[in-house]
Each structure stands twice: as C-alpha cells, then as structure tokens.
C-alpha cells in the first residue's frame, strides 16, 4: 500500500509517496510560509500534497508543534510564522481526501530511528536540532507522547537560567540557545543577520565568534543528552536536524558529553534515515 506522508518542520515542509516496504518513491521540499494565519499554511499543504493525494490510501503527518487529537498547537509559535493552533488532521484530509494520522515531528523520527536500531535497544531517545530543537522518548520500546502530546519536547528543558528568552515564554531554554533560531538570534557584528547554516560553514573556515556558537550549541546539547540518560536511562542517543546532522557537530556533542561523569555517558548517533526519519516514522505508525 503506497502511503502519503508529510513533515512540516520550521523551516520546510516536505512531502512523500512511501510503498509498503516503507522506501520513498517520490519526494518533495518547499519552505515553511512564514505567515501568522492558518490559510497560508493551507495554501503550501494544498500545493504539495494536491499533486501527490490520487496515489496514496492513506497520508501520515509529521509536524513541529503539540499534535493532540489531531490539532496542532504550537509551544513556540515563533518557529512557525507566529501560528498558534491549526486543524492540522482535518485540513490535511480534506486536502487529500485520505484518512490522516498526525503527531509531533520528533516523536515520529524517533519512533523511525528505533526501529533501525538493534533489537537489544528498548529504551532511547532521538533529539532534533533543527529550526527548534525538538525530541521523542522511546521507553520499554514504547514511544512516549504523554496524555497531551508534550511527552519529548526536550528542547523546553532549562539550559542556562541567565539565557535569553525562548519563544514558549520560559528563560533560557535549550532551544533557545542550540537551536538554528536560537544560533542565529545569538550571532553578532559581522555574523548578525546570518542563519545557522552560514555560521557553521564559517566556523569552518575559522571564524572565531562562528566556532564559539557552535560550541555552545554543542555544549548545551551534550548537557541535555546527561539530563535525558538520568531521566530515562536510554542505550543510545539519536540526533537528527539540519544541525544535529551538520558535519563535525555530532563530534563536538561527544566531546562535551564525555566531560560529563560516567553514569551520563550514552553512545550517541546520527539518524540512520537522515532527513527523512520524521516522515517514515509517521508512515510506519500509520500502515495499518
Ligand atoms: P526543519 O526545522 O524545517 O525540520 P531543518 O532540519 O532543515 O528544518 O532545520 C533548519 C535549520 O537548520 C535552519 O536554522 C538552518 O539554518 C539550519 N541548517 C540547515 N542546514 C545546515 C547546515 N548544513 N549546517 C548548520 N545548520 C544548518
Ligand atoms: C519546537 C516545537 C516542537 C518541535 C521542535 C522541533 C513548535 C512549533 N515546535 O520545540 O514541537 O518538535 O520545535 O521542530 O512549537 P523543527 O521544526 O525544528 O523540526
Ligand atoms: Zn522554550
């Protein structure tokens, strides 16, 4: 049965016609409007999907956001254009004319990323760096989402109480300061106005305000890689994100995170599917 699965992530949207064996046939990519209201969203899934819905049975939606019966709303709205809440699942079935399984963005990469790990693993934990930084629980090989949809949301933990204010309302949270927003919010002088994929190929180069944001990314990550190991005690640790996957960035994380004391320690690995891992998550909790 071929499968209609979508992300909608910060930054991109993209779209998938997935067959049973769970390969992607055809693919998508268009950026995520940046517009307050509901109907723009509409617009973009309606341009993406229109063309794709005749060859599925069924669409499966990965999206950034609290995804709780089938609504989407938003901790930070920033990260989309300023929406707050969306009729995520009834706009996407009425666009295709499918029946449509929705949740949150790294809940359904980590679901994906532990079915690639060994059998061995029965707890783990996949974390986002991306536009926001975003993450999914796997516990007693069960994926966590809570009684509300919140369960994972990692990039919401504490970082630095002196840190700047994060676009859920708290100070100094992870994403603020790690993610591609929060790099790019925090770049100054000749970097301000520069996004997260710039800075990097700056460090790169050897740009010294560059590398220390990317450190700092890092550093921060690698703490709340230690947080997750004492909470949820998991085998292993999956990044994934344009900037979890950025070369030399999941390196750093390791070195930061073998500072820590042992008992944090955790092995640590890129997603297996890459970029895709969100959209092949939602395809396989939605294959009936
Ligand atoms: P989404 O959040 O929509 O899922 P991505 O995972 O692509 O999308 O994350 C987008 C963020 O990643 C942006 O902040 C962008 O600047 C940053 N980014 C994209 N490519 C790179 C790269 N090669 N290195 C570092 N940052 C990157
Ligand atoms: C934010 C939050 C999470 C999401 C994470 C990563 C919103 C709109 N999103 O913390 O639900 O999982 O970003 O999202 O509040 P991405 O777009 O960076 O992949
Ligand atoms: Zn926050």
Redesign the pocket.
Known sequence: MTLLAV?????KLAAALIDGDFQIVERHECP?PASKTPQVLTASLETLLSPLAQRAKCVAVA?????HQGI?????????GG?LHFPLQETVSRITGLPCLAL????AAAWAEFQALDESIEDMAFI????????GIVSGGELLMGSGGLA??L??TLADPNGPRC??GRIGCV?AIA???GIAATAQGHLAGLDAKVIFAKAREGDAQAQSLMHRSAQVLARLIADVKAVTDCQRVVMG?SVGLADGYLALVAGYLSQEPSVYQVTLQAAYYRHDA?LLGAAMLAQP
């Open positions: 992300d909608i992530g910060g930054t995520t999206s950034t956001g609290i995804i989407l709303t938003a901790i930070n709205p920033g990260n989309l929406l949150n963005d790294a809940q986002t760096v991306s536009t926001g930084v975003g993450g994972g949301h990039g919401h676009g859920c994403e993610s591609g927003r994100g969100g």
